[in-house]
């Protein structure tokens, strides 16, 4: 079975700062990987993916994170915050090999964007 | 391209009654997805449709809770008899590719 845990539940940032948020994940077999973000009130949107490949994914918004297979991680990343990327972070887990590309998502981590 | 559409958006009902979410996926999207997501946690899934064929239904409380996509295209999702701890949004999500799952609004339960 496949577990994500989110390792900060709130983060809070100054704008144009720096921030990382944390996922860690478990499963026995290869993986997927992804990070959606949810704006309130909205439904979850895809910042980025990592299927295969690099392990630097870049995506959507200056967002960026990075597989680490042997720590088991997938950080999110972006080197400069803005007051719209205040929203909830959810890091999410797909079992690469079945096929059937069931995603179990962390709790999440709210971005908190300080003016 | 039109996104996945929910409805209703918000529900409010007492609990023992029934209600029912509609969800209609992008165009194309064979898979089809129910979560539920409770204040301050993930979503979790529900149920997972392949085409009109159930893929995974080991998380839906069967006792309750009852979902179909007849056609292949649009589902429904039905709570009955509803209880508290049911309150939470219900998303929906259709996807063509590896994880690649694309959300609409959510409908909010909200049980009395």
């Known amino acids: 079975a496949q577990s994500v845990t989110q390792l900060d539940s709130q983060v809070p940032v100054f704008e144009e700062a720096p921030v990382e948020l944390r996922c860690n994940y478990s499963?026995?077999?290869?993986?997927?990987l992804f990070w959606y973000v949810q704006y309130p009130n909205q439904g979850l949107q895809l910042l980025l993916k990592y299927l295969s490949g690099s392990t630097l994914v870049k995506g959507i918004n200056g967002f960026e994170a990075e597989f680490n297979k042997s720590q088991t991680s997938f950080h999110l990343r972006k080197p400069s915050v803005h007051i719209s990327d205040t929203a909830e972070y959810f890091c999410a887990v797909s079992d690469g090999g079945a096929g059937s590309y069931q995603l179990t998502f962390g709790k999440g981590t709210k971005l908190s964007v300080i003016p | 391209e039109a996104g996945v559409a929910q409805s209703p958006r918000y529900k409010i009902i007492e609990k023992r009654q029934s209600v029912a979410f509609w969800c209609n996926p992008i165009?194309?999207?064979?898979?089809l997805y129910w979560y539920q997501q409770i204040l301050g946690q993930g979503p979790k899934l529900l149920i997972q449709f392949q085409n009109n064929g159930v893929v995974d239904d080991s998380q839906l409380p069967k006792d309750r809770f009852s979902a179909e996509r007849l056609k292949g295209v649009d589902s429904t999702l039905k709570i009955q008899p509803a209880k508290l701890e049911d309150s939470a949004v219900y998303l929906c999500a259709s996807s063509k590719g590896p994880g690649e799952l694309f959300f609409g609004e959510g409908s909010r339960l909200t049980v009395l």
């Open positions: 165009s194309g999207h064979a898979t």
């Open positions: 499963s026995s077999v290869s993986v997927y």
